[in-house]
């Protein structure tokens, strides 16, 4: 059963458990330091699919399907599948999960969609809305890169603050309070927009977003940063998490000491060129599936408050002028 | 606190209420047989705005702020917004709720929105996750046009099956059991896609995946279709109700004394020329909350199954080759 407290937080009385996780990736996040986690590395950027839309939705099963048999859990016993992705209209995980026949709720989070689909899949569970449920999520370079961003073909120089569209995918099903990793509680973002208009400086973007949803947490909760472990952010970037920093530093926080950001992680800074770090949705998922939720089941890491963060424009209202809207959810996972 | 049952049907045991409802709409709906149920129609395509995608949010704000109004709720009593719309990246709800400062859960539904954030905001009261949730969509015949369909300047003909976007938007606020309408149960539909490529006859797409949600909501319920006042689909128009009527034939049922679709019901078929019906998210959106409800809450219609439904393809998918995958979710609205 869920309590509703304030400011978008909610308690799940229940504690589900993440029951099991899965990533996949392309040839450069395996390349990456975080490479040896994922569960299935492609060398190949087109999954072996005709279009990049659907490389990207094969990337969604592969990561899907992986979960489940780690797991030990048929389709059939999944009760919904909550997902979504950056392309237009979410066909990446429509068309990823089409025949699969488990009902399907679709969301558009940008690239907080990693947490906003746990949020719900851990409530439903906490509700016996629903037995086990899968969060899943996805972004490839080549499909988002060609949506938001230069064509390819211009041959256009990357900006300093840009950031690099992970090619990944992350599922996690979620069932009954077993055992570790536990779900303990959520925050629902808001829409936080300073005004940012630069579509290649996404992380100052959703800094203030990452900000307030953390905050939120930390003070419903009564409970200070150093009752985590770590503070994970989604796709902040290297911008973007001195931006946080210097928010939670003008409260008097000092989040640097248990902080990360899975867009720093994800790249070797030195050897991969990436400039800001990394970003979409597959970004924060795939570092969440493959790498975090296995060190909090091993005991590792014991509270992880993990918020994904999310820039809420397209393409179309930028050109118009508009700023960039900011959003994150957070998680709060434990291994208690 | 809910109940899960099979293939995709929740029972919400507290039966929440729908507090306040309301529908905005643009000239043309204001027009049409049901122009006097909006709470607000604009004689200007653009409300005030400088560009479509603005006019669409603006629309959503409208049908939003009367809801709110007309239920005597402050945005400050708000949980949680949850909202879509057809823009790339759903941009309609993200800028038109921007400056609410009320936590926000994005979805992507395509036309099913309307039902999917019911569905959603129902359940968070029903298991005490909120308090107070808005469910919120909206299309815009002119941000809609020029993303899917021809480019207006090219003089293009609509073909026969072709639906016209509604201009609309509808706003429905949940909470606690109190007064009718209550929501007593809801099926998540799975999609389904049976191999329909032409993006002008999205009503043939969609009525299968209606008439599996519908038939699994009876099923699962132990209900016939004779249970209902009405059943009511979305946006399938009079191409898409006709293959729903055919697929219920089969199995030796009826539908066609009790359905109807928001799709025939928003235009005077005579007098306008919209093809097959009108559709959109706001086409389902703005008939439920500007028409549906009101005649709930009276005790006119005592039990109704609403079936939004949606398309979930993109241009550019379509353009590859690719089938559109339909989904339908189902919410039963009763006034006992």
Redo the contacts between chains.
């Keep these: ?4 407290l304030n ?2 937080t ?1 308690i799940l009385t229940t504690e589900p458990s993440v029951y099991s996780y899965a990533a996949a990736g392309g040839k450069m996040e395996g390349d990456g330091p975080l490479g040896s986690c994922f569960d299935y590395i492609s060398q190949e950027s087109d999954f072996g699919e005709s ?1 990049w ?2 490389s990207e939705s094969r990337l969604q099963q592969l990561a899907f399907s992986h979960a489940l048999s780690k797991g030990g859990i048929s389709e059939g016993e999944l ?2 599948i909550f997902a ?1 992705d ?6 990446g995980s ?2 990823g ?2 025949d ?11 690239c907080s969609t990693m947490a ?1 689909s746990l ?2 899949a851990s ?2 569970v ?6 086990y449920c899968a969060a899943l999520t996805s972004s490839h370079f080549c499909s988002a890169e060609r949506q938001f961003r230069f064509p390819e073909t211009y041959g256009g120089q990357r900006t300093p603050t840009a950031q690099w569209t992970v090619t990944g995918s992350g599922c996690a099903i979620v069932g009954k309070h077993n055992n570790p990793p536990y779900i303990k509680g959520v ?5 936080v ?1 300073l005004g940012i208009k630069d579509a290649n400086n996404m992380g100052a973007a959703m800094a203030p977003a990452a900000y307030e949803t953390i905050k939120s947490y930390l003070k419903v909760q009564k409970k200070t940063v150093n009752d985590f472990d770590l503070i994970l952010t989604g796709d902040l970037g290297s911008v973007g998490s001195e931006i946080l920093y210097e928010l939670f530093r003008k409260d008097g926080v000092d989040i640097s000491t248990v902080h990360n950001d899975c867009g720093l992680m994800i790249y070797d800074f030195e050897k991969q060129d990436v400039h800001a770090g990394g970003s979409g949705c597959g970004c924060s998922a795939s570092v969440l599936c493959g790498h975090i939720l296995e060190r909090v089941k091993k005991g590792e890491l014991k509270n992880v408050l993990f918020a994904a963060t999310g820039a ?6 930028v050109q ?1 002028g ?1 700023s960039i ?1 900011g ?1 994150s959810h957070a998680v709060h996972i434990s291994c208690e």
Excluded: H, W
Excluded at 100 to 110: D, E, H, V
């Design positions: 059963m869920s309590e509703y400011e978008g909610i279009t839309e659907k009760s919904f979504g950056l392309q237009n209209q979410c066909t429509a068309y999960i089409r699969t026949g488990i009902p399907f709720i679709g969301l558009y989070g940008a906003e949020v719900l409530i439903f906490d509700n016996n809305a629903a037995e925050t629902i973002g808001k829409i927009d809420l424009m397209s393409t179309t209202v118009q508009e809207p959003i």
